[in-house]
């Protein structure tokens, strides 16, 4: 909890982003490729964030990343 104030008051913005990556299915995934199979990693930091190419955004928060989650459902059921 203290790392995360800590990060809010002076962490990365998050401002500059790498062009998305897909990677194919075979290969290791990181936490951020799993839910999309696409990313995209900050410049500044580092840190790889879930990239949705049909909307073409980031998905930064866990509220994002369930709604994203739950939109597949009709999608795959149809």
Do not use: N
């Not at 073409?56 to 990343?65: D, F, G, N, P, Y």
């Not at 939109?71 to 795959?76: E, T």
């Amino acid at each position: 909890m203290i790392t995360e104030i800590l990060d809010a008051v002076f962490g990365c913005k998050h401002s500059h982003y790498s062009f998305p990556i897909s990677v194919r299915p075979a290969s290791r995934h990181s936490s951020a490729t799993k839910l999309t199979g696409t990313y995209v990693a900050c410049l500044d930091c580092g840190k790889e964030f879930p990239y949705d190419w049909q909307e073409m955004k980031v998905i930064h928060s866990q509220a994002e990343q369930r709604s994203y989650v739950a939109s597949l459902a009709p999608r795959a059921a149809a």
